[in-house]
C-alpha cells in the first residue's frame, strides 16, 4: 500500500534522528505505524500510521498518551484515510480536535524537471553543518534558534544516518534549506525552507528539484513530501510533478492544564 511506505518514510526519518531531548526514548510500534516522543511538551513528538495494520485499541492508545503525553505537553496523532476506520470516533471521545490538515504528494523521481536558472542547490559541505542549522530555524521555522540545546537539534539533523541535507544558494549566498532520506526506496523530501526575504524567487522550487535528481541517482522509486493545502509549497511541489496521494489530519489532545 502507497500509504503504508510513505508513513513508514515518515516515521523512519524523525525515529533516526539524535535528538537530546528525546531522553533515550524508543519508539513505539502500534498496528502498523509508530508513537515517537521527541522530548517533554515537543511540537514534533507524534504518532505516525497508526492504524494502517489493524485495530487500534483503547489500551494502545494509554499506552500513546503515556509515551507522548510524558511532562505534560498535548499527544498529537496523524490520521489518514486507510487508518482503521473506529479510530478517529475513539480520539473525539478522548478529547481529541483537529490541529491542522497536511496534503501528502508523491510522484516517481524521473523525468527530473530541469533546474531553475540563477540558484546554486548542493548537500551541504564539512563545516557546514552549524550554518546549515542556522537556516534551517531562519526559514523553516521563521526564527533564529532559540538555544543552543536548541540549534544542536539542528546540527543533529544534519548528522543523522540517512539523511542528506541540502542548501540552496543564489548570488553564492545561503537562502535556503531541505532534506532527503530513503527508507526502502521512498524518498522522503522534508524540511523545506527559504528565508523570508527571499521568498518567491525559485529557490524551494529549486530544491525540490536537486533532490529528486538525488533520489533517482541512490535508486528510490518514489518520491514523496507533506504540505499544509493552499499554500506556496503545495504550488512548488505540483510545479514539478506531485500529485496529491491523499490527506492527512493532525488530531490533538491538549495538554491537561489548557482544560
Not at 531541505?178 to 524518498?187: E, F, I, P, Q, R
Not at 493552499?230 to 493532525?250: D, H, I, M, W
Request: hydrophobic share 40%; glycine share 12%.
Amino acid at each position: 500500500m502507497l500509504a503504508r511506505r510513505i508513513e513508514n518514510a515518515q516515521a523512519e526519518q524523525i525515529d533516526r534522528t539524535p535528538i537530546s531531548s528525546r531522553q533515550g526514548v524508543p519508539a513505539l510500534r502500534v498496528a502498523g505505524g509508530r508513537a515517537l516522543f521527541l522530548g517533554p511538551r515537543s511540537s514534533f513528538s507524534a504518532a505516525i500510521g497508526v492504524g494502517l495494520d489493524g485495530m487500534v485499541g483503547l489500551s494502545d492508545l494509554d499506552r500513546i498518551e503515556d509515551l507522548l503525553g510524558q511532562g505534560g505537553g498535548a499527544v498529537r496523532i496523524e490520521l489518514n484515510p486507510f487508518c482503521e476506520p473506529s479510530l478517529s470516533g475513539k480520539l473525539g471521545a478522548r478529547g481529541y480536535r483537529v490541529e491542522r490538515f497536511l496534503q501528502v504528494w508523491y510522484r516517481q523521481p524521473t523525468p527530473v524537471p530541469p533546474p531553475v536558472p540563477g540558484i546554486e542547490v548542493r548537500p551541504v559541505r564539512p563545516g557546514e553543518e552549524l550554518r546549515w542549522a542556522e537556516l534551517f530555524f531562519l526559514a523553516y521555522l521563521g526564527r533564529p534558534a532559540a538555544s543552543e540545546l536548541e540549534l544542536s537539534g539542528g546540527v543533529g539533523i544534519v548528522r543523522t544516518q540517512g539523511n542528506t541535507c541540502f542548501l540552496a544558494l543564489q548570488n553564492g549566498e545561503p537562502r535556503g534549506v531541505g532534506v532527503v532520506s530513503v527508507t526502502d526506496g521512498v524518498a522522503l523530501l522534508s524540511a523545506d525552507g527559504v528565508v523570508p526575504l527571499y521568498r518567491g524567487k525559485g529557490l524551494q522550487l529549486a530544491l525540490i528539484q536537486a533532490r529528486m535528481a538525488w533520489a533517482a541517482e541512490h535508486g528510490a522509486d518514489l518520491v514523496t513530501a507533506s504540505t499544509e493545502p493552499a499554500t506556496a509549497s503545495q504550488r512548488n511541489y505540483e510545479k514539478s510533478g506531485f500529485r496529491c496521494a491523499y490527506p492527512k489530519l493532525v488530531m490533538v489532545r491538549p495538554p491537561f492544564s489548557s482544560y
